[in-house]
């Protein structure tokens, strides 16, 4: 079964800079969607982007005009560019991943069912 790998993360002082990476542990197989989706403790797990084909993009609030989603030229693997880090911005990051074709918009609420093991992000000076 495809499993996404996730990469990336770690400790930075606030006002710096991360990137993570996922891409399925199968190199083949291209999702319709790919994403991230992150936990802070006591919180629920909220959408941070999704990137669909041709590009199509969401973002949740609190990440608009900081974050960055992409995806290599073939789909994978797909890229969280984080910049202006905040110290909110701490949370464990998962990689979230679906075939079904749908709106980016509907990830809100609605994850897919593929789901990388998770990357910490300490925001911290």
């Known amino acids: 079964q495809v499993q996404l790998v996730e990469s990336g993360g770690g400790l930075v002082q606030p006002g710096g800079s991360l990137r993570l990476s996922c891409a399925p542990s199968?190199?083949?197989?291209?999702?319709?969607?790919m994403g991230w989706y992150r936990q802070a403790p006591g919180k629920e797990r909220v959408l941070v982007a999704v990137i669909g084909r041709g590009g199509v993009t969401t973002y949740g609030d609190a990440v608009k005009g900081r974050f960055t989603i992409s995806r290599g030229d073939r789909g994978n693997p797909a890229y969280l560019q984080m910049n202006n880090l905040k110290p909110e911005d701490t949370a464990v990051y998962y990689c979230?991943?679906?075939?079904?074709?749908?709106?980016?918009?509907?990830?809100?609420?609605?994850?897919?069912?593929?789901w990388g093991q998770g990357t910490q992000v300490t925001v911290s000076s």
């Open positions: 199968i190199s083949r197989v291209r999702f319709h969607a």
């Open positions: 979230n991943a679906d075939n079904r074709v749908r709106p980016t918009t509907s990830f809100a609420n609605n994850p897919g069912p593929y």
